[in-house]
């Protein structure tokens, strides 16, 4: 995939981590837009180094898909407890 693709992925991602994970948070939208993206790429990166699973290079690999979004709500969770209470 190209770099394009995993920039339209992690946004995406970051769309789907934010809907499984409501609530406010301290960047707002350009923030967690920025955790999607670099959720997918953190995501990729796991699944190719330690998960035996290389990165597909198709666009619509579930597997793909999974771990840009668990990269993303990883990233997101983390967000939240760095930087302030989502719940406030």
């Avoid at 190719?48 to 699973?53: F, G, I, Q, S």
């Avoid at 666009?59 to 969770?77: E, H, R």
Wanted: charged share 10%; no cysteine; proline share 3%.
């Amino acid at each position: 995939m190209s770099i394009i693709s995993w920039i339209i992925l992690g946004l995406l991602a970051g769309a789907i981590a934010k809907f499984l994970l409501p609530g406010r948070d301290p960047g707002g939208f350009i923030g967690t837009t920025l955790i999607g993206v670099t959720g997918a790429f953190l995501g990729g990166w796991i699944s190719a180094r330690w998960l035996d699973h290389p990165v597909s290079k198709h666009f619509y690999d579930g597997a793909t898909w999974a771990a840009a979004i668990g990269g993303s709500l990883v990233l997101l969770i983390l967000y939240r407890i760095l930087f302030g209470d989502s719940r406030r």
